[in-house]
Protein backbone atom coordinates (compact mmCIF):
# COMPACT_ATOMS: atom_id res chain seq x y z
CA UNK A 1 0.00 0.00 0.00
CA UNK A 2 1.10 3.48 -0.63
CA UNK A 3 1.47 4.48 2.60
CA UNK A 4 3.69 1.70 4.03
CA UNK A 5 7.18 -0.09 2.96
CA UNK A 6 6.08 -3.14 4.28
CA UNK A 7 4.54 -5.59 1.41
CA UNK A 8 0.42 -6.38 1.68
CA UNK A 9 1.94 -9.89 0.76
CA UNK A 10 4.61 -11.75 -1.31
CA UNK A 11 4.35 -14.87 -3.93
CA UNK A 12 7.97 -16.66 -4.01
CA UNK A 13 8.19 -17.60 -8.00
CA UNK A 14 10.95 -19.91 -9.23
CA UNK A 15 13.69 -18.01 -10.97
CA UNK A 16 13.49 -14.94 -12.69
CA UNK A 17 10.08 -12.82 -12.93
CA UNK A 18 10.68 -11.33 -16.33
CA UNK A 19 7.47 -8.28 -15.88
CA UNK A 20 4.60 -8.10 -13.56
CA UNK A 21 1.61 -5.25 -14.53
CA UNK A 22 -1.27 -4.01 -12.29
CA UNK A 23 -4.87 -3.07 -13.45
CA UNK A 24 -5.26 0.80 -12.96
CA UNK A 25 -7.85 0.26 -10.02
CA UNK A 26 -5.10 -1.59 -8.22
CA UNK A 27 -7.24 -5.03 -7.66
CA UNK A 28 -5.44 -7.03 -10.17
CA UNK A 29 -2.03 -8.20 -10.71
CA UNK A 30 -0.37 -10.29 -13.53
CA UNK A 31 3.37 -11.45 -13.62
CA UNK A 32 5.27 -13.77 -15.64
CA UNK A 33 8.65 -15.20 -15.75
CA UNK A 34 11.40 -17.96 -16.00
CA UNK A 35 8.98 -20.80 -14.29
CA UNK A 36 7.08 -21.00 -17.74
CA UNK A 37 3.33 -19.11 -16.03
CA UNK A 38 0.96 -16.82 -16.29
CA UNK A 39 -0.49 -15.76 -12.56
CA UNK A 40 -3.04 -13.31 -11.96
CA UNK A 41 -3.58 -12.20 -8.24
CA UNK A 42 -6.09 -10.19 -6.52
CA UNK A 43 -4.46 -7.52 -4.21
CA UNK A 44 -6.07 -9.19 -0.88
CA UNK A 45 -4.54 -12.10 -1.50
CA UNK A 46 -1.13 -13.79 -2.58
CA UNK A 47 -2.63 -16.86 -3.56
CA UNK A 48 -2.73 -16.54 -7.15
CA UNK A 49 -6.24 -17.16 -8.59
CA UNK A 50 -5.37 -18.56 -11.51
CA UNK A 51 -2.10 -19.72 -12.90
CA UNK A 52 -1.35 -20.94 -16.98
CA UNK A 53 1.28 -23.20 -17.25
CA UNK A 54 2.61 -22.82 -21.26
CA UNK A 55 6.07 -24.52 -20.46
CA UNK A 56 7.83 -21.97 -21.75
CA UNK A 57 9.27 -18.81 -20.05
CA UNK A 58 6.74 -15.86 -20.01
CA UNK A 59 8.37 -12.68 -21.76
CA UNK A 60 5.80 -10.02 -21.29
CA UNK A 61 2.46 -9.78 -19.81
CA UNK A 62 0.01 -6.61 -19.63
CA UNK A 63 -3.58 -6.09 -18.02
CA UNK A 64 -6.49 -3.85 -19.22
CA UNK A 65 -7.26 -1.37 -16.76
CA UNK A 66 -10.14 -2.73 -15.06
CA UNK A 67 -8.64 -6.18 -14.83
CA UNK A 68 -10.85 -7.96 -16.98
CA UNK A 69 -8.37 -8.93 -20.12
CA UNK A 70 -4.67 -10.34 -19.33
CA UNK A 71 -2.44 -10.55 -22.38
CA UNK A 72 1.15 -12.39 -22.60
CA UNK A 73 4.02 -12.76 -24.86
CA UNK A 74 5.76 -16.11 -24.66
CA UNK A 75 9.17 -17.37 -25.59
CA UNK A 76 6.88 -20.42 -27.51
CA UNK A 77 6.35 -17.24 -30.46
CA UNK A 78 2.60 -16.92 -29.04
CA UNK A 79 0.68 -14.46 -27.78
CA UNK A 80 -1.94 -15.27 -25.80
CA UNK A 81 -5.36 -13.31 -24.36
CA UNK A 82 -7.23 -14.24 -21.26
CA UNK A 83 -10.22 -13.33 -19.25
CA UNK A 84 -9.25 -12.81 -15.52
CA UNK A 85 -12.23 -15.10 -15.02
CA UNK A 86 -10.53 -18.61 -16.35
CA UNK A 87 -6.41 -19.63 -16.99
CA UNK A 88 -8.01 -20.98 -20.85
CA UNK A 89 -6.72 -18.81 -23.31
CA UNK A 90 -9.73 -16.63 -25.20
CA UNK A 91 -7.15 -17.21 -27.57
CA UNK A 92 -3.49 -17.76 -28.91
CA UNK A 93 -1.15 -16.44 -31.65
CA UNK A 94 1.71 -17.89 -33.46
CA UNK A 95 4.46 -15.18 -34.47
CA UNK A 96 7.71 -16.19 -36.33
CA UNK A 97 9.77 -15.71 -32.99
CA UNK A 98 10.03 -15.03 -29.24
CA UNK A 99 7.50 -12.16 -28.13
CA UNK A 100 9.20 -10.00 -26.20
CA UNK A 101 6.85 -7.44 -25.17
CA UNK A 102 2.90 -6.62 -25.30
CA UNK A 103 0.61 -4.41 -24.51
CA UNK A 104 -3.26 -4.04 -24.21
CA UNK A 105 -5.25 -0.90 -24.26
CA UNK A 106 -7.06 0.62 -21.36
CA UNK A 107 -9.91 -0.91 -22.10
CA UNK A 108 -8.85 -3.75 -23.46
CA UNK A 109 -10.11 -4.16 -26.97
CA UNK A 110 -6.96 -3.59 -28.71
CA UNK A 111 -3.54 -5.80 -27.93
CA UNK A 112 0.29 -4.68 -29.08
CA UNK A 113 2.86 -7.08 -29.77
CA UNK A 114 6.40 -6.86 -30.74
CA UNK A 115 8.41 -10.22 -31.33
CA UNK A 116 11.89 -11.05 -32.12
CA UNK A 117 10.73 -11.88 -35.72
CA UNK A 118 11.38 -8.19 -36.46
CA UNK A 119 7.23 -7.33 -36.51
CA UNK A 120 4.50 -4.89 -34.59
CA UNK A 121 1.19 -6.93 -34.44
CA UNK A 122 -2.27 -5.43 -33.89
CA UNK A 123 -4.97 -7.51 -32.45
CA UNK A 124 -8.47 -6.92 -31.49
CA UNK A 125 -9.23 -9.07 -28.69
CA UNK A 126 -12.10 -10.36 -30.47
CA UNK A 127 -9.92 -12.30 -32.86
CA UNK A 128 -6.56 -14.03 -33.06
CA UNK A 129 -5.68 -12.80 -36.60
CA UNK A 130 -4.01 -9.40 -36.39
CA UNK A 131 -5.84 -6.56 -37.38
CA UNK A 132 -2.15 -5.90 -38.74
CA UNK A 133 1.06 -6.66 -38.73
CA UNK A 134 4.45 -4.33 -40.02
CA UNK A 135 7.81 -5.64 -40.29
CA UNK A 136 10.75 -3.57 -38.97
CA UNK A 137 14.54 -4.11 -39.63
CA UNK A 138 15.36 -5.90 -36.68
CA UNK A 139 13.63 -7.21 -33.28
CA UNK A 140 11.26 -5.51 -31.84
CA UNK A 141 11.72 -5.14 -28.04
CA UNK A 142 9.05 -2.66 -26.84
CA UNK A 143 5.68 -1.87 -27.99
CA UNK A 144 3.27 0.39 -25.67
CA UNK A 145 -0.65 1.02 -26.81
CA UNK A 146 -2.93 4.23 -25.96
CA UNK A 147 -5.33 3.89 -23.19
CA UNK A 148 -7.69 4.14 -26.11
CA UNK A 149 -5.77 2.00 -28.38
CA UNK A 150 -5.49 4.47 -31.05
CA UNK A 151 -1.34 5.06 -31.30
CA UNK A 152 0.84 2.51 -30.98
CA UNK A 153 4.41 2.99 -30.73
CA UNK A 154 7.11 0.45 -31.36
CA UNK A 155 10.95 0.48 -30.86
CA UNK A 156 13.27 -2.00 -32.58
CA UNK A 157 16.65 -2.88 -32.59
CA UNK A 158 16.98 -1.24 -36.23
CA UNK A 159 17.56 1.79 -34.44
CA UNK A 160 13.79 3.38 -34.78
CA UNK A 161 11.23 4.34 -32.54
CA UNK A 162 8.01 3.74 -35.14
CA UNK A 163 3.96 5.25 -34.39
CA UNK A 164 1.46 3.75 -35.72
CA UNK A 165 -2.38 4.53 -35.83
CA UNK A 166 -4.67 1.39 -35.43
CA UNK A 167 -6.29 1.31 -38.03
CA UNK A 168 -3.59 0.89 -40.47
CA UNK A 169 0.03 -0.56 -40.23
CA UNK A 170 2.10 1.95 -42.13
CA UNK A 171 3.42 3.94 -39.62
CA UNK A 172 2.71 7.47 -39.64
CA UNK A 173 5.99 8.04 -38.54
CA UNK A 174 9.43 6.98 -37.68
CA UNK A 175 12.65 8.32 -35.54
CA UNK A 176 16.45 7.21 -36.67
CA UNK A 177 18.20 6.94 -33.49
CA UNK A 178 21.87 5.95 -32.94
CA UNK A 179 21.30 2.59 -31.14
CA UNK A 180 19.00 0.30 -30.05
CA UNK A 181 15.31 0.98 -28.73
CA UNK A 182 14.99 -1.17 -25.51
CA UNK A 183 12.17 0.69 -24.03
CA UNK A 184 9.28 2.94 -25.18
CA UNK A 185 6.17 4.49 -23.39
CA UNK A 186 2.80 6.54 -24.60
CA UNK A 187 1.00 8.84 -22.63
CA UNK A 188 -2.60 7.80 -22.43
Do not use: C
Not at 73 to 88: P, Q, R
Not at 119 to 129: E, G, H, I, P, R
Amino acid sequence: DKDSSTPLWSHSMVGSVYQVAISADGEYIVAGGYDEKVYLWSKDSSTPLWSYDTGDWVYSVAISADGEYIAAGFENYKVYLFDKDSNTPLWSYTTGHDVSSIAISADGEYIAAGSRDNKVYLFDKDSSTPLWSYTTGNRVYSVAISADGEYIVAGSWDHNIYLFNKDNGTPLWANTTEDNIHSVAISA
